[in-house]
């Protein structure tokens, strides 16, 4: 076990290369080759196999198990309406570097570049992807399960208001209006979110300014309202 730590100092690419070879033209074994070549022998077994790469990798800025706890983060802070976008994973990345005493890094300021992102993203490839979020705004994103049913009970009172045996008609005599606001300015990022979420929503604020357009299938045009300072325009 000592000379395979003293072997994972000294040997290079060249030497696993080198090694390879003469197992494969040589017909030497893999221990001998290991030995005459200065590299670890599992080292070597794990590259004929296919099992590890020829190319020694550079050890992470971060470890295997800060890493997962950013992906972690990341999953969490996306399924509760505020993924994180690329510039504050870095940021994220960054505070961590900089509390952590004694702790070097080649990035600067100890905030990782796009290559180091680039990387992480590919180590969690399966976990992680960039996506564009669709906006929910606050209100929304506040709404319970009891808050659904209580603005059925709601409706209903409110439909028996209009005459008791309205609810009696048949179903297609009650008619839905959709609402759809289409933003003026503004916008959302790409932020880094689970694979496996079919829906992903950001959660906004309503300081956007926008076009509303009320809607209620074919029954009649669609209603555009325009913002105050807007009125003026006509359609």
């Known amino acids: 076990m000592a000379q395979t730590t003293k072997y994972a100092k000294n040997y290079s690419e060249e030497d696993i290369q080198a ?54 983060w990341l999953k969490e802070s996306a399924r509760r309406g505020f993924g994180r976008s690329k510039n504050q994973l870095l940021t994220a990345v960054q ?81 839905n209006c959709d609402e759809y606001g289409f933003k003026l300015g503004g916008g959302i990022t790409k932020v880094i979110a689970p694979k496996i979420d079919k829906r992903l929503h950001q959660v906004t604020n309503d300081t956007h300014r926008q076009i509303s357009v009320l809607a209620c299938g074919d029954l009649m045009a669609p209603l555009l309202i325009f913002p105050a300072n807007d009125s003026h325009m006509t359609h």
């Not at 020694?56 to 997962?68: I, V």
């Open 19 to 72: 090694a390879i070879r003469t197992v494969r033209e040589k017909y030497l074994s893999k221990r001998e080759a290991a030995r005459q070549h200065n590299v670890p022998e599992s080292t070597l077994r794990g590259c004929l196999q296919g099992r590890l790469s020829v190319h020694k990798s550079k050890p992470t800025a971060l470890s295997r198990q800060e890493e997962q706890k950013l992906v972690e």
């Open 95 to 175: 505070t961590v570097i900089s509390k952590t005493p004694g702790r070097n890094t080649q990035f600067k300021h100890s905030r990782p570049g796009y290559k180091w992102y680039r990387g992480f993203m590919r180590r969690h490839a399966e976990q992680l992807n960039l996506r564009t979020p669709q906006a929910l705004r606050a209100q929304r994103a506040a709404v319970a399960p009891e808050d659904v049913m209580q603005w059925f009970k709601t409706a209903e009172t409110d439909i028996i208001k209009i005459g008791t045996d309205v609810l009696k008609h048949p179903h297609y005599r009650i008619f």
